[in-house]
Nanobody, 122 residues
Framework: QVQLVESGGGLVQAGGSLRLSCAASGRTFRTYVMGWFRQAPGKEREFVATISRSGVNTYYADSVLGRFTVSRDNAKNTVYLQMNSLKPEETAVYYC???????????????WGQGTQVTVSS
């Protein structure tokens, strides 16, 4: 069992930056691929970024490539999402999630955090 708690969301102007954190409980954090997803009002949850167990491999949605960076610190049981050049249309609840066997498909993820709100004003 893994419990995930996101933090770092808030209100930011268009073009600004935020850094999200996701703290995981348990001693098995390093055995999970970690992902970030987001869900805007009235829209389906969408993939944002994922990072491998070691942190060496990452994968991003085309819409955030070059602006967002996912990283992890296995010693701290934490995964991060650095978001730069934010756009108003990226206003959403951002979720971190853990999977033992998936990569970027939401249905493959086993554990989810409660989400953190990111609001980008124009």
């Amino acid at each position: 069992q893994v419990q995930l708690v996101e933090s770092g969301g808030g209100l930011v102007q268009a073009g600004g930056s935020l850094r999200l954190s996701c703290a995981a409980s348990g001693r098995t954090f390093r055995t999970y691929v970690m992902g970030w997803f987001r869900q805007a009002p009235g829209k389906e949850r969408e993939f944002v970024a994922t990072i491998s167990r070691s942190g060496v491999n990452t994968y991003y949605a085309d819409s955030v490539l070059g602006r967002f960076t996912v990283s992890r610190d296995n010693a701290k049981n934490t995964v991060y999402l650095q978001m730069n050049s934010l756009k108003p249309e990226e206003t959403a609840v951002y979720y971190c999630a853990a999977t033992s066997s998936g990569w970027y498909v939401a249905d493959e993820y086993d554990y989810w955090g409660q989400g953190t709100q990111v609001t980008v004003s124009s």
